[in-house]
């Protein structure tokens, strides 16, 4: 672990720990050259996004990156899905924008998984428009939603999303998806000091009076402008202490090595909170995922350097042993680890809305 400029930050456990073979044969499950089995996918559908976050966007609307033909997403998530994929997280930009999003999720949901289970289904939302597609997308066979909120208290909430009257808009996108059923229902938190992070205590009620998990998220150096610096991140000692003074928390263990969050609920069993610390305490040694953008190339990082023309090879005429082969060399060069807060980290060429976070 080293200190930069305050923040702590370790170095991710795949740098220490990961061999460096190349071994997976192909057209078998993902794996990448680490080890690492890859069976998570996420999907940007669209590029665009009716919200202008001011920790994500610079305030320019419109898309930057083109999208694809439904079908075409769906040609080619079957081709992950033969690879041992076995869960799919539709995000974007804002995914409830996209149009045929319920006839992708009602065909994704006839999908079965190599061990012949149905694929476990989630998306990331703003929420905005969850109100009125929370029963159909639960319908079309969506398993569960993440919403992003970044603030319990309605004016800061409106001052983040630059959107009026987002707030009330949201927490009703909210209780419909519980209502409906897309439950365990999570919601993310993405803190900054000193724009947010007043709100950690009333999350932690939040999380308890509306039955969700709410999931502090450190701050990533992601956004479209240039906001990110150590001292910005509020790491996840930091959330645990402040929430612990005015409600005792108890961690929960684990449920699978790759998954992202530490969990905690209260001295009394009602609600959880998770912190994921992708900073402060890099997970990148247990990765499970792969990104596809809404442009069809793969990113094998958030941080990647490199994108993979997956989509430009499908146009080429690439057949489907063909692509999955394409796939496979593709992830088994995943990167170990990000670089975040290193001398050498380089931001990459997309930010978070234009990969699909
Ligand atoms: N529009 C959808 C939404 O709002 O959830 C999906 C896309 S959005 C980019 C996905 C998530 O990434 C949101 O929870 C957002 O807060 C988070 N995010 C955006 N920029 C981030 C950053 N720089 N670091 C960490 N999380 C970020």
Redesign the pocket.
């Known amino acids: 672990m080293f200190a930069q400029n305050g923040i702590a930050l370790k170095v991710p456990m795949a740098a220490a720990s990961l061999p460096a073979t190349r071994t997976a044969p192909l057209d078998s499950r993902l794996t990448d050259s680490y080890g690492r089995v890859i069976h998570d996918l996420r999907v940007s559908i669209t590029d665009r996004?009716n919200?202008k976050?001011v920790?994500?966007r610079t305030g320019e609307a419109g898309a930057q990156y083109p999208e694809l033909g439904i079908d075409e997403y769906l040609r080619l998530i079957k081709l992950f899905v033969d690879l041992g994929i076995t869960k799919v997280r539709l995000?974007?930009?804002?995914?409830l924008l996209r149009r045929g999003l319920l006839d992708l999720v009602r065909e994704l949901a006839g999908l079965r998984t190599l061990e012949g289970e149905k694929l476990e289904l989630a998306l990331?939302?703003?929420g905005h428009l969850l109100d009125s597609l929370a029963a159909p997308l639960k319908a079309a066979g969506l398993d569960r939603v993440?919403?992003?909120m970044?603030a319990v208290d309605a004016a800061t909430f409106e001052r983040i999303t630059r959107i009026e009257g987002s707030f009330r808009t949201v927490l009703g996108g909210v209780r419909a998806a519980r209502a409906a059923g897309l439950t365990p229902l999570k919601i993310?938190c993405?803190l900054l000091r000193g724009f947010n992070d007043d709100q950690i205590e009333g999350f932690a009620r939040f999380a308890r009076e509306e039955n969700v998990a709410v999931r502090f998220?450190?701050?990533?150096?992601?956004?479209e402008g240039r906001l990110?610096t150590p001292e910005i991140v509020v790491p996840l000692t930091e959330i645990v202490a402040r929430i612990g003074r005015v409600l005792p928390l108890v961690e929960l263990p684990r449920r699978e090595a790759s998954e992202t969050a530490r969990r905690y609920t209260f001295a009394d069993g009602v609600g959880e909170i998770g912190i994921i610390a992708p900073v402060s305490q890099a997970f990148c040694g247990a990765c499970s995922r792969v990104r596809l953008t809404s442009d069809g190339k793969i990113r094998t990082c958030l941080f990647s350097q490199v994108e993979h023309d997956l989509y430009g090879r499908l146009r080429g005429g690439a057949d489907d042993q063909e692509l999955r082969t394409y796939i496979h060399r593709t992830v088994q060069g995943k990167e170990a680890r990000h670089h975040i807060g290193e001398p050498e980290f380089l931001k990459p060429s997309r930010?978070?809305?234009h990969i699909?976070?």
């Open positions: 996004c919200y976050c920790y994500c995000t974007g930009g804002e995914p990331t939302t703003n993440t919403v992003s970044d993310n993405v998220i450190e701050f990533m150096p992601l956004e990110w930010s978070m809305v699909g976070g």
